[in-house]
């Protein structure tokens, strides 16, 4: 399969901060992850008391007004870019500095490529979904299609 | 005297031979042939002229650690000069068909090099000389000493065309990492071989083999494992690729060369950064032969015995005809012996040491070669090559001399502990070797072969210099080769009291070329440890730092250049800006429109037209890059109380509020307008250059000093365009765009912020104003904002409306006092400074900043203080950063009172207006001051910084 670099659909993103998971999954009605690093149903954990949800486009979560909670719509915020095929993780460690082929489907981590804050979810054994903020999407684009050329190159 | 190729011997492929030049005159050579094997195969001895005596110098060795044959190569097309490459080992350049290589160091050629007076003057060039020789006068060193020292001393020149070639990088992670393709590493790889274990395998040569390459014996062994390797499907192996560094936790930099081999240029990267995570490390690096110092040993023709054992084996070339071998240990023997029975003439062989092992004396004997025990080289005859040496007995007696066209050095054995000693791994002494191994790693790491003190290479003896009759003053014996450092310079060195290695080291720049000492450091260990009359092991060692070999740039640059070095961020709107001849500016990473010119216009009649037509009519201004945080939970408020110096809890939600960031030092670090939401939510803005400056520092708070506020930040930074609409017509033109928003005066007042609908799409429309005008700043979800700027655009026709830029922003805020950080603040200014006391809570208990504020130094009336400047001529435009002093006449130097940190042509006013600040400025409202300028001196009044209605009124339209 020929390596492909293509955005993914829009979708509607949130930002989930919480101490107590528990209270968010109430408020949000969302089934989130309990470990750093996985996924479920679209929501990735990325740290103690974070969560990226990647819902269908157009959903709209409560506020949680007057929970310690934290419900932040971003979903203007960044664009996802899919990086698919045989050579998916060569192009993304081109920059990426994690350990990549030892990720199982379903892993996602806050990390950076190069200079830039990335969010990388593994989809699929040879898809990864790339989050990167809206501005530096052209770069990254660019960046992956070069790693991709020197590689078949 | 002249080399020559050896029939049935090397690696080389002689079905295909190549065609180089070499300081222009062509030459012949073979697939497989280095630069240095080809020129030596053709009888050329000479290859460049040392560093700072301009000596001729020929090939010592054949791998890395070669001092002496730096030339430079021009790749590329012919008339091409854009890859130019100085400063490269000639034992390790690839030859291919077409190469064009150049000697360095040299004018006006290499035979005949004018520099070489400083060989004769070299009485005058010791260590350290430009310390204790050419300092007087002292002006003669800027313009003369110094430009002339610097051209005569160097080696090749810098290139001057930029890189036109790529370069590749990319993280790799394996559990095993094999660093050296030798006998040690293969073994270590096939033991690897066809287990689950991630496997990587570097070698710096063009095929694995390490020293193998030239032991024949082992070549059908190195045949089978290499196709072993190969078909092993967990094993990637380099080639070509040098293992430069070893850092914290196993990771390893690596440069893998792509096409610096091949004669056509193509197109793809021409080297690529390997940085490697590894669970184990390997290091299989072998150990480098040490030269032996005795005067003359820089001769053209004198070179390491295991290199022209490397040069007969490996690439079929002889380095003499008739050799003589000066050993103080056995494998030169071994070599020498080899290089006999290969055909080469080896005339004698010379031991530093009365006895040897029987069995190789016998085998010299056997070999026609004569034999002298316990004695020394004592000089070399020849310049440009060897003609014969003079060797004696140790003890004294009569010299003798050789002829000879070749002289092997075999100074016993250093194992590379480079990366090991990078990694912190430690050293331990070992007699038998002369040198240091490796004893305690730091990380998960061997060393295997060679370089672990693992290999037999037979007897020897460790000795400093060679003894020789002759006075030291009178000798030219080389440690390091490429730095000009004999070892008359080490015993000067100590002489002037230098005792530790760190400090001989660096006087003497022992160590310091770009081979980092491969050859000298252990000898100039010796020789200080002898005249300092103490142990090798407590003069010290010098410290190992990457990069093993020299790296281009290039490799370590990757793709921070062009296009890719570094991101362009770009707004929803910015499309529309370049659409409409936008020209631009970078403010952090950003590019934002600075102005639109219309016609011919320049940029002050751009902005001039744009600011009246925002204060007449209506302006509309892409404001997208200002940072945003959503600061949501129930100690929202709490929160940003603590951490800005304005009251928040009584804020309603709908309100906004101009929020002023402290340090802890008390000085102005950002400022922002900000609104509530709601009780638990707050929309913060920052400025475009601090929005992840303040974000990290809200953060930082948060985690170390406030964890159990409920309180969490989010970056919306680019969940929004913001579409800024300022003038009298702002509410007129948004009017009939917006839905479910009451715009009247009453129900939306200044310092506001209402959610509702705009063209359809969401909003959160903020009644703010940076120009003192009625304006808006409409907020909406970025994917829309070019939409919206479009409708508002289209809706703004009727009345005028006018897009501006950066600069004319800065020229309305000016126009109203309000200052910008980090242009009107430069890290160093308090709010009373900057006239900002408002914004102070002053009933709040605490807040990020408050107690250095009461610090007696900031509340001192002569401080700097933010003030506006009027010109005396309206038509003096004053330059930003220009010093302000209070007597023109003082002799210089003046004392600077104060400098100037905006400054513009208010169209608004007619004249120029400038902020400045200034010592106690807020007690010289009316006061003349000056501003020395190159060709006149400027005087100006102190006044308020508002310039422009300053009740205020404008605001409310």
Redesign the interface.
Known sequence: MANMITDAL?CARY?L???DAALLETVTGLNLPSIIGETRDGVAMLGS?EWLALLTEGTKLP?G??????????????VGIIVEGLHAI?IL???????L??WPVGRASRTIF???EVVIIREADTRFRVEV????A???R??LK??SN?LT? | MSGFRIDNQGRIDRARPLSFTFDGKAYRGFKGDTLASALLANGVMLFGRSFKYHRPRGVMAAGVEEPNALVSVLRGPKGDRSRFTPNLRATSVELYDGLVAESQNRWPSLRFDAGAINDVFSPFFPAGFYNKTFMWPRSAWEKLYEPVIRKMAGLGNAPSALDPDHYDATFAHCDLLIIGGGPGGLDAALEASGTNQRVILIDDQDELGGGALFDPALWSWLERTRAALAASPNIRILTRTSAFGYYHDNFIGAVERLTDHLTVVPDGPREKLWRIRAGEVVLAQGAIERPLVFDGNDTPGVMLASAALTFLHRYGVAVGQRIVLMAAHDSGWRDALALAQAGVGVTAIVDVREHVAPQLIAQAKEAGIAVHFGASVIGVGGRHEVRNVTIAPNGGGGPATIACDAVLMAGGWTPSVHLWSHSKGSLKWDANWGAYLPDQPNENVRCVGACGGAWDFGAGQSVAALPTPKPLHKTKAFVDFQNDVTAKDIKLAVREGFRSIEHIKRYTTNGMATDQGKTSNLNGLQIASEALALPVTSIGLTTFRPPYTPQTFGALAGHMKGGLFQPTRKTPIDGWAEANGAVFELVAQWRRARYFPQGSEDMLAAVNRECLAVRAGVGIFDASTLGKIEVVGPDAAEFLNRMYTNPWKALEPGRCRYGLLLGEDGFIRDDGVSARLAPDRFHLTTTTGGAARVLNMMEDYLQTEWPHLDVWLTSTTEQWAVIALQGPRARDVIAPLVDGIDLSPEAFPHMAVREGMICGVPTRLFRVSFTGELGYEINVPAAHGRVVWDAVMAAGAAHGITPYGTETMHVLRAEKGYIIVGQDSDGTVTPTDAGLDWAIGKKKPDFVGKRALARPDMLRSDRKQFVGLLTEDPNDVLEEGAQIVADPAQAVPMSMIGHVTSSYWSATLGRSIALAVVQGGHARMGETLHIPMPDKIISVKVCDTVFYDKEGARLNG
């Open positions: 829009a930002n901060r919480a101490r008391d506020m007004e007057g929970q310690p909670v934290s419900i932040v719509d971003v979903s203007d915020r960044s060569d460690s081109a920059g990426c500095p994690l350990d082929a030892r190069e200079l830039v903020w809206r501005s530096f052209p770069w990254l660019e960046a070069t790693a020197a190159a």
